[in-house]
């Protein structure tokens, strides 16, 4: 009803305006009390706001209207500047804003931004005008901007640098920031300095201090850092950085830590010098020198083992203990042997010394070195202790005149022909397993000759092999995977034989051989053809890279399986197969069957290929002694060789 009553005053005044008519006293008092009963706008006091540190501050001003009504009721409104700038300290903005109908109040929305300036408190005025269906009560309010505290006094900073690296060679340069947490009016200084913690100052880096300038609506400095290269394989190190003096400026953190990582370059390496030598008994000192690539400031300790034929305390003394104690920064060191007489009549013998895993370094390409202790004895004699004396080959009396210079007036089995260890002048010693000398003949693997040094492989009794090839022996092997297995299991079986191969161009005379067919195309999993075999899946020793029968592969097994401890196994030279084999022995097997069980008559090919780039290889006929050449391309016996005083 009383919406309806100010509705028909107000037609009534409109009529009467339109008619020229002045408004009677009822309705100009019906208009004021209308105007009076309007509800009154009025904006609530705001902040002070504080200006944020970084970026904005959203924030919001009310409008309060006395009383609801049963419309929407709206009002204009703008930001005015006073101190303040607008779109530097807040952000200029108008409109209308809406009350909704039963509602009593509205916001309108403030943004102060950060400006980073050192300044006054600033103003800025919100205005409201032109209300509909309301009145203005308190139409405008001064908004205070209270500068940020940290715009009141700078703080002076190290950004974090981090880590360095230190560069592979010479020196580099980096850059440390140094800021300001806020622009300022004024000049601001700061002194800086490089100390040195657990880096060197000149060596690790170099040393550098000064005075830092900001001017005004700056808030960015930078120290030069240079790190140099060192050639010294060391621990991560650090120095810092010291901020002092500051001048309209504070300091919080005064020193900041700069870590320079070791560069990778800068690992140690180490390696002999060289890898083998050559000494006599009773030799006395002997250093082997090992190199550092690099000098070092942490503990070095190198472990080492010792193997070989030579005895320890009774043909050498070690007399640098393991591990070897690198001293600091330093790039090389010596270890020291005392080869000592034993006063024993017997072949070369080797000593191996092997590094192990060093601690804080790495181990170089040469980390085994073979000393080579000289023979008491010259090299084998043929073996023929008899003359010829006009008509018989096997007298056993030196003809007076006739027929002079014979091969049985030479050599040590003019005195030694007694068939101790071996035929005549022949001397032999047989190893176990693990390399040492065993008088079991059935725990012998190896045999050492004693007069050259020289270490020969013992073949393996013969064992059964397919005469299938190809796919038949492909069926064969599915029908039972085992059925060579004592061939597998005796692969150094004395029957098997294998096609010369050698990838070496400088040794192997031109041509590189035969590979022969791989296991791969019947069962790589259980190698085995008709000439030869190698362990079975399951086995230990198995080894998918023994993929074929050749001297190359049977080389590598023999190594990798370490037969008798030695991991230097080769195929010999023609003058090494010939300096076991005993001219004198017309029976078979040759040589005695103490030292050489299984031997099979036929043709053992050694490692020395025809001159002429041809494609064969010397050989030597178990049977007869006679040196020939062999086809690399046909399969043939074979006998390994190691160390010696040749």
């Known amino acids: 009803m009383r919406l309806k009553k100010h509705t028909n005053v107000l037609l009534m005044m409109a009529i009467t305006s339109l008619w020229g008519c002045a408004p009677t006293e009822e309705e100009k008092r019906l208009a004021e009390e209308e105007e009076l009963n309007k509800p009154s706008l009025s904006i609530q006091p705001v ?16 409008v309060i209207m006395s009383k609801t009504v049963d419309d929407n009721v709206t009002v204009q409104y703008t930001l005015n500047s006073n101190t303040a700038t607008a779109g530097a300290d807040f952000q200029a903005q108008s409109g209308i804003l809406t009350i909704p109908s039963g509602s009593n109040s509205a916001s309108i929305d403030l943004t102060i931004l950060a400006d980073e300036f050192d300044e006054q408190n600033e103003e800025f005025t919100i205005v409201l005008s032109s209300p509909v269906k309301a009145k203005l009560g308190i139409a405008s309010e001064v908004v205070v901007i209270q500068d940020s505290a940290l715009d009141v006094t700078p703080v002076v900073s190290i950004e974090p640098v981090g880590s360095l690296t230190e560069p592979d060679s010479g020196s580099t340069t980096f850059s440390a920031i140094v ?46 850092l240079v790190i140099n290269e060192d050639n010294i394989d060391e621990f991560d190190e650090n120095f810092t950085i010291t901020l002092s003096n500051p001048i309209n400026a504070q300091i919080v953190d005064t020193t900041a830590t700069v870590t320079i990582i070791d560069s990778d370059e800068d690992t140690t390496t180490m390696s002999f010098s060289t890898d083998s030598a050559r000494v006599a008994e009773s030799s006395g000192e002997y250093k082997v020198k090992l190199v550092l690539t690099h000098a070092s400031e942490k503990n070095i300790n190198i472990p080492f083992t010792t193997a070989g034929l030579a005895t320890k305390d009774q043909d050498y003394i070690i007399l640098t203990p393991s591990p070897i104690q690198v001293p600091l920064n330093t790039n090389e060191v010596d270890v020291v042997f005392n080869f000592v007489a034993d006063n024993i009549l017997e072949g070369g013998e080797s000593l191996i010394l092997q590094l192990g895993s060093p601690d804080n370094a790495e181990l170089g390409e040469s980390n085994t070195f073979t000393f080579t202790i000289a023979s008491d004895v010259t090299l084998n004699d043929t073996g023929v202790i008899t003359w010829y004396d006009g008509s ?9 005149n006739s027929f002079p210079g014979q091969d049985a007036d030479f050599g040590h089995d003019i005195d030694a022909n007694e068939d101790l260890d071996g035929a005549d002048a022949f001397s032999f010693t047989n190893l176990d397993a693990a390399g040492e000398p065993t008088s079991d003949t059935s725990e012998a693997r190896c045999v050492q000759d004693n007069r050259t040094g020289l270490v020969f492989e013992l073949k393996q009794e013969q064992q059964i092999l397919p005469t299938n090839i190809g796919d038949d022996l492909k069926k064969e092997l599915e029908a039972d995977l085992l059925s060579y297995k004592d061939a597998h299991v005796n692969w150094q079986a004395a029957n098997f034989t294998y096609y010369w191969l050698n990838t070496d161009e400088t040794t192997n005379g031109g041509d590189i051989g035969e590979q022969g067919i791989t296991f791969d195309t019947v069962n790589a999993e259980y190698p085995v053809s008709s000439i030869c075999a190698f362990p079975y899946k399951g086995m230990l020793d198995h080894n998918t890279e023994y993929d074929s029968c050749n001297t190359q592969v049977y080389t590598a097994a023999i190594n990798d399986f370490g037969l008798c401890g030695f991991t230097d196994w080769k195929l010999p030279t023609i003058e090494q197969l010939r300096s076991i084999h005993n001219y004198r022995d017309i029976t078979l097997p040759i040589n005695g069957t103490e030292f050489f069980p299984n031997n099979v008559s036929g043709d053992y090919i050694s490692a020395t290929p025809s001159a002429d780039g041809a494609k064969t290889a010397w050989c030597i006929s178990s049977d007869t002694g006679r040196v020939g050449l062999c086809k690399k391309n046909t399969p043939s016996y074979v006998r390994m060789v190691r160390g010696g005083a040749q």
Do not use: C, H, M, Q
């Open 179 to 224: 800021k300001l947490s806020s622009f300022s009016s004024f000049p601001v200084t700061v002194d800086y300095s490089l100390d040195s913690d657990s880096a060197t100052l000149g060596s690790d880096f170099e040393a550098s201090s000064g005075t830092l300038s900001f001017e005004p609506g700056t808030n960015s400095a930078e120290i030069e």
């Open 392 to 400: 018989n080959f096997a007298s056993e009396v030196r003809p007076v």
């Open 47 to 62: 902040g002070p706001l504080v200006e944020p540190d970084d970026t904005s501050l959203l924030t919001t001003a009310t």
